[in-house]
């Protein structure tokens, strides 16, 4: 029988309290303002590359004053080992200087004024209201889209992060989502991998929808009726 939506998340997130009771970001910060030009800095890049580079700009550029002072041409050579470091030194750049001119020099807190910011879609919105204001949102990146998917979270119809993270709000209670966020980035950075997942030693095998799918699969009765099928065809 099929299990209920809500039972599988309240199965889920009973796995992940005892397999990752302390869940939070890898990306190296100091304060929001640092988280931002991190989390920034960490699109399509990994969080292992982010954290080499920023120790030495974060030392030189403390403030949003100081980065909104410098070119973009300067901020290039601090990010240059980053993804598409042309285009994000000139966010960082923009970004500093909109905090300075509009926000007082402080990283809002909300969604509204995080997304004017320069370099700064929903998702990295999402991962600040998350980690600086603990709000309950839900950012989608590859991994929390991928996991929420094979695990059965999030319906097929879920084709884009917006759909998403709209469903794992309407299901994770609000007090978790924050944390949630968190587990399925790290369950899919070590254990459900895009290539080549860990299934046979994951706490979720037997719960996920992936797994029991390549479980119908490897049954003998269900392999020979995709035998006679393939006959026919």
């Excluded at 796995?15 to 399509?44: G, K, R």
């Excluded at 901020?75 to 470091?85: D, G, L, M, N």
């Excluded at 990283?107 to 600040?128: S, Y």
Aim: glycine share 4%; with cysteine; charged share 20%.
């Amino acid at each position: 029988m099929k299990m209920k939506k809500q039972e599988l998340y309240q199965k889920v997130t009973n796995y992940f309290m005892q397999a990752i009771p302390v869940a939070e970001t890898e990306l190296h910060y100091d304060n929001p303002f640092h988280l931002l030009i991190a989390v920034i800095l960490s699109a399509q890049c990994t969080d292992k590359r982010v954290n080499q580079i920023t120790p030495a700009l974060f030392r030189d550029y403390p403030t949003p004053e100081a980065l909104a002072a410098a070119s973009p041409e300067v901020i290039f050579e601090y990010i240059r080992s980053v993804s598409y470091p042309n285009n994000k030194a000139k966010h960082l750049v923009g970004m500093a200087k909109m905090l300075v001119n509009d926000y007082n020099s402080l990283v809002p807190d909300t969604l509204e004024q995080l997304i004017k910011l320069p370099g700064v879609g929903r998702k990295t919105a999402n991962v600040i209201l998350s980690v600086v204001f603990n709000e309950a949102a839900m950012a989608v990146d590859t991994h929390v889209f991928r996991v929420s998917h094979r695990i059965g979270l999030v319906p097929d119809s879920c084709k884009t992060p917006f759909s998403t993270e709209k469903y794992l709000m309407k299901y994770f209670p609000k007090e978790v989502v924050p944390t949630a966020h968190h587990w399925l980035i790290l369950h899919g950075r070590y254990v459900c991998t895009a290539r080549n997942p860990l299934c046979d030693t994951c706490g979720l095998n037997g719960i996920c929808s992936e797994s029991l799918r390549k479980k119908t699969n490897n049954n003998p009765l269900s392999q020979a009726i995709q035998r006679k099928k393939i006959k026919k065809s």
